[in-house]
């Protein structure tokens, strides 16, 4: 079965501070990974998108890091700062017009 | 440029009755979907249609049903609503296949009592 997992559900760190999220998926085949950012009461904001043959990707503070050989991404938040208190989604597309496959997000948040 | 809109943003059923959510997109699109949220459960696929007058059953499709109107709107209704169906509603778009991403709506809170 398709799954991605998520750790750590929750997370709290100290404004400033970097943290990094994990996801491990069993998506099989694999297309490419996304990293949503989904604040309290919004719809979920796409990061970052990375294919196989991509090891890293950044968006401003964010970088996002991919193992299609361990099926493991992380997404690594520096110099945190209070508006990055949000749950971080990860989601995996296998191929064609099959949808996406949905981790169950970690909740961040970042407090003074 | 609105993106996903949805509407509406909150409401409230009570058991029985039935309502039709409904979803709008301005980015041509061709592929479209509903998803619901729970907490601690994060976001299932209830229906999607990867284009225009086609319509395929996600993980969740029970008690729902969808109509893909045009390529811009994609609307969810519930037939008879049930308290299980409290949840957060999202309306997503894409290109084919979602190569680029997903936008989605801001979602419509729906408590059913």
């Known amino acids: 079965k398709n799954q991605v997992e998520q750790s750590p559900q929750s997370l709290i760190i100290l404004e400033g501070k970097n943290c990094t999220l994990q996801c491990n998926y069993t998506v099989s085949p694999f297309s490419n990974l996304r990293w949503y950012k989904q604040d309290t009461g919004r719809g979920p904001v796409s990061l970052t998108i990375m294919t196989f043959s991509e090891n890293t990707k950044s968006n401003g503070r964010y970088t996002a890091t991919l193992d299609a050989d361990t099926k493991q991404s992380s997404l690594h938040i520096t110099a945190s700062q209070l508006s990055d208190s949000a749950s971080y989604i990860c989601v995996v597309w296998n191929s064609g017009n099959t949808p996406l496959v949905f981790g169950k997000g970690t909740r961040l948040s970042v407090i003074a | 440029n609105a993106g996903v809109t949805q509407t509406p943003k909150f409401q409230v059923l009570k058991t029985g009755q039935s309502m039709t959510l409904q979803c709008a997109q301005d980015?041509?699109?061709?592929?479209m979907y509903w998803y619901r949220q729970d907490p601690g459960m994060g976001l299932r696929l209830i229906y999607y249609?990867?284009?225009?007058?086609?319509?395929d059953k996600g993980e969740v499709p029970n008690g729902y049903n969808v109509s893909r109107l045009n390529k811009r709107e994609f609307s969810l209704r519930l037939e008879s609503a049930a308290p299980s169906q409290t949840s957060v509603y999202f309306c997503a778009s894409s290109d084919t296949g979602g190569t680029h991403g997903y936008t989605f709506g801001s979602g419509t809170r729906l408590t059913v009592v």
């Open positions: 249609s990867a284009s225009e007058g086609t319509t």
């Open positions: 980015m041509n699109h061709n592929s």
